[in-house]
């Protein structure tokens, strides 16, 4: 994993040594957050794993709303104004539907991650909008799950390819003359 932006630094199944099975060569397929790899065959608890992440994800949504309208409610006691008080509506409004696109789209494609360290201040802004955009993806698939599986079978795809053009062993063969 990167450091700084929290992406993997290889896709699943890449060919390099770390993303490999140590025994066998085959690709292995990368473990998504609070799934692991039951995401392959959706065995092992993959559709509780599902809904405790919808409801998970729903529950913390609700409960970021709740601070953020006790947030709200101590600028109306503090008096700062219609202005200060439109424009942290709006920042938030803005932020959480510019995370939610951004979260929607990752779970599609991997993003730049000199990107994602440039959106990150956005994104803890907007986080109500990332954890909407968890709980509706976790409704249907786990989250990350299409890119991760199109990444594993390419990868498991490449490999056949590549065992199945061999028979054996060249060394073994026998020279004709």
Same mark, same amino acid.
């Given at each position: 994993?990167? %450091?700084? +932006?929290? +992406?993997? %630094?290889?896709?699943?199944? $890449?060919?390099?040594? #770390? %993303?490999?099975?140590? $025994? $066998? ?9 609070? *799934? ?5 065959? @959706?065995? !092992?608890?993959? &559709? /509780?794993?599902? #809904? ?6 729903? #529950?913390?949504?609700?409960?970021s709303c709740l601070v953020l309208r006790? =947030? ?5 006691? &503090?008096?700062?104004?219609? *202005? ?8 938030? /409004?803005?932020?959480?539907?510019? =995370?939610?696109? !951004?979260?929607?789209?990752? *779970?599609?494609?991997? @993003?730049?991650?000199?990107?994602? #360290?440039?959106l990150r201040g956005l994104l803890a802004i907007g986080f109500v909008g990332s954890?909407? /955009? ?7 698939? /786990? ?9 594993? %079978?390419? =990868? ?7 065992? $199945? ?13």
């Amino acid at each position: 994993m990167s %450091d700084e +932006t929290g +992406t993997p %630094d290889t896709p699943a199944g $890449s060919p390099d040594g #770390a %993303d490999r099975s140590a $025994s $066998s060569g085959r690709p292995r397929p990368e473990p998504l957050r609070f *799934f692991g790899t039951t995401w392959v065959n @959706h065995d !092992n608890g993959y &559709a /509780a794993r599902r #809904a405790g992440v919808a409801v998970g994800s729903l #529950a913390a949504a609700v409960a970021s709303c709740l601070v953020l309208r006790l =947030a709200y409610e101590g600028l109306q006691i &503090a008096d700062t104004g219609s *202005f200060v008080t439109v424009l942290i509506i709006a920042m938030f /409004a803005i932020c959480s539907a510019l =995370a939610f696109r !951004n979260t929607w789209e990752g *779970f599609g494609k991997r @993003h730049d991650p000199q990107r994602q #360290a440039s959106l990150r201040g956005l994104l803890a802004i907007g986080f109500v909008g990332s954890l909407l /955009a968890y709980f509706f993806r976790s409704l249907t698939e /786990a989250p990350g799950e299409k890119l991760h599986r199109e990444e594993y %079978d390419k =990868a498991r795809e490449e490999y056949d390819r590549r065992t $199945s053009r061999r028979t054996g062993n060249p060394s073994k063969k026998k020279r004709r003359r």
